[in-house]
């Protein structure tokens, strides 16, 4: 079973900047497409961004672009999201997820097959 651990989260200001892991372990582990999924209090869980494990194809939402900047270290099987600029509408759990097979970047919670369990980031005003 692969497991997926999210670790870097916190509290910054306005403006600040984090860099959150997620880092697979289990069984060995091979997947197509890793994402970064985030759920503020009373919302939707929303994607992030995603990229492909073997050719770095990413895809980022649009509130994001220019800010965050996903990444990925094969050897390590972690991916990491270094986010820049953080605005108090960044404030939410963040999750990482794994999808096994595909062909296109998925962005729908649903497309995932394996979920970490969440870090928080708060950005305070």
């Known amino acids: 079973q692969v497991q997926l651990v999210e670790s870097g989260g916190g509290l910054v200001q306005a403006g600040g900047s984090l860099r959150l892991s997620c880092a697979a372990s289990g069984r060995t582990f091979s997947s197509y497409a890793m994402g970064w999924f985030r759920q503020a209090p009373g919302k939707e869980r929303e994607f992030v961004t995603a990229?492909?494990?073997?050719?770095?194809?990413?895809y980022y939402q649009d509130s994001v672009k220019g800010r965050f900047t996903i990444s990925r270290d094969n050897a390590k099987n972690t991916m990491y999201l270094q986010m820049n600029n953080l605005k108090p509408e960044d404030t939410a759990v963040y999750y990482c997820?794994?999808?096994?097979?595909?062909?296109?970047?998925?962005?729908?919670?649903?497309?995932?097959?394996?979920w970490g369990r969440g870090t928080q980031v708060t950005v305070s005003s």
């Open positions: 990229i492909t494990w073997s050719d770095d194809r990413t």
């Open positions: 997820a794994a999808k096994s097979v595909g062909i296109y970047l998925p962005t729908r919670p649903y497309e995932y097959d394996v």
